[in-house]
């Protein structure tokens, strides 16, 4: 990945201290603040504990992609780890004010961070920060992907929900460090796998597989983060009577599909041109379809 040069416009960034209905003197409760400024305090819970929920939302040519779909997941995410209910309208304002705020870009990757705040205040953290987006177009050609246990079952999100496979917190060293011996072993990305032996999702993910006109993904009851993504993929190949579902599949299931992609909001679609030692094949046609639909763009237009 290369990161944005010196010329990139600067990052924008909006704090956001009513996420949960805590301001209420009629002006809006989020404020543009200085992005390069030292913002968030030492002792705020996720600094200490890693303690927080968060989006990463997708913008092309200024307009953002499912909104709606990251709100209401980050509302889930933040259910699950017993944070207040983030006020969803306040948060996509802010998130329109960050977008208007930056500077025209083609691709700006907005997140939206919510902590549960400073030790001992009960109130929570919350900020938007929109930024150049990466260059990801070597990615969208096509990856070299390794399979990696993640060391749960798929079982794990009904039997060990404190840990809380499928919520999206802010304790990705995890996910990051999968990712750093995905390079370490030649590879570009990585597919976790479970202790009972199926694919689940990459470390920011969501598995795609195509096999003649069925396409399928991991169940996300297997504990994989429920992507908006494979949602809008999904949408898009309904209405061309293609057959989708959400089953459980091996490495050797992947391995000898027509094709797979790993999909998410800000790199949008990789095609997995190599899984562990065996070829796929990239079908670029689909690819390009794909990349224009997770755009928020007409597929058909590809
Ligand atoms: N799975 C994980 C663990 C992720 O972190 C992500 C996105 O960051 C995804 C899947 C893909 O989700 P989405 O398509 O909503 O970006």
């Given at each position: 990945?290369?990161?944005?040069?010196?010329t990139?416009?600067?990052?924008?960034?909006?704090?956001?201290?009513?996420v949960?209905?805590t301001?209420?003197?009629?002006s809006?409760?989020?404020?543009?603040?200085?992005?390069?400024?030292?913002?968030l305090?030492?002792?705020?819970?996720?600094a200490t504990?890693?303690?927080?929920?968060?989006e990463?939302?997708?913008?092309?040519?200024?307009?953002?992609?499912?909104?709606g779909?990251?709100?209401?997941?980050?509302?889930?995410?933040?259910?699950?780890?017993?944070?207040?209910?983030?006020?969803?309208?306040?948060?996509?304002?802010?998130?329109?004010?960050?977008?208007?705020?930056h500077?025209?870009?083609?691709?700006l990757?907005?997140?939206?961070?919510?902590?549960?705040?400073?030790?001992?205040?009960?109130?929570?953290?919350?900020?938007?920060?929109?930024?150049?987006a990466?260059?990801?177009?070597?990615?969208?050609?096509?990856?070299?992907?390794?399979t990696?246990?993640?060391?749960?079952?798929?079982?794990?999100?009904?039997?060990?929900p404190?840990?809380?496979?499928?919520?999206?917190?802010?304790?990705?060293?995890?996910?990051?460090?999968?990712?750093?011996?995905?390079?370490?072993?030649?590879a570009?990305?990585?597919?976790?796998?479970?202790?009972?032996?199926y694919?689940?999702?990459g470390?920011?993910?969501?598995?795609?597989?195509?096999?003649?006109?069925?396409?399928?993904?991991?169940?996300?009851?297997?504990?994989?983060?429920?992507?908006?993504?494979?949602?809008?993929?999904?949408?898009?190949?309904?209405?061309?009577?293609?057959?989708?579902?959400?089953?459980?599949?091996?490495?050797?299931?992947?391995?000898?599909?027509?094709?797979?992609?790993?999909l998410?909001?800000?790199?949008?679609?990789?095609?997995?041109?190599?899984?562990d030692?065996?070829?796929?094949?990239?079908?670029?046609?689909?690819?390009?379809?794909?990349?224009?639909v997770?755009?928020?763009?007409?597929?058909?237009?590809?």
């Amino acid at each position: 990945m290369t990161q944005p040069d010196c010329t990139t416009p600067s990052p924008v960034l909006v704090w956001v201290p009513g996420v949960a209905g805590t301001v209420a003197d009629g002006s809006e409760p989020f404020r543009i603040a200085d992005a390069d400024d030292p913002q968030l305090l030492v002792t705020d819970l996720v600094a200490t504990r890693g303690d927080g929920v968060f989006e990463t939302i997708g913008v092309f040519d200024g307009a953002p992609v499912n909104v709606g779909p990251h709100l209401r997941r980050l509302g889930r995410s933040a259910q699950l780890v017993e944070l207040p209910s983030p006020d969803l309208d306040v948060l996509s304002r802010a998130i329109d004010a960050a977008i208007e705020a930056h500077a025209p870009v083609p691709e700006l990757t907005v997140r939206v961070m919510m902590t549960r705040g400073v030790e001992g205040t009960g109130t929570p953290t919350a900020w938007i920060h929109a930024r150049t987006a990466d260059d990801w177009s070597r990615y969208r050609a096509g990856i070299r992907v390794v399979t990696l246990d993640r060391g749960l079952s798929t079982a794990v999100a009904e039997t060990s929900p404190w840990l809380l496979a499928g919520a999206k917190t802010l304790s990705y060293a995890v996910n990051m460090a999968a990712t750093r011996e995905a390079v370490r072993r030649g590879a570009d990305d990585v597919l976790f796998t479970s202790t009972d032996g199926y694919c689940l999702e990459g470390p920011t993910s969501t598995l795609l597989v195509k096999r003649g006109d069925t396409w399928t993904t991991t169940p996300a009851s297997a504990g994989v983060l429920p992507g908006t993504s494979i949602a809008s993929v999904f949408a898009m190949l309904e209405r061309e009577g293609q057959s989708v579902r959400e089953e459980l599949m091996t490495p050797a299931d992947v391995a000898s599909a027509d094709a797979a992609w790993l999909l998410s909001s800000s790199r949008l679609a990789a095609p997995i041109a190599q899984l562990d030692d065996t070829s796929l094949t990239v079908d670029t046609e689909r690819s390009a379809q794909i990349l224009a639909v997770l755009k928020g763009q007409d597929p058909q237009s590809a």
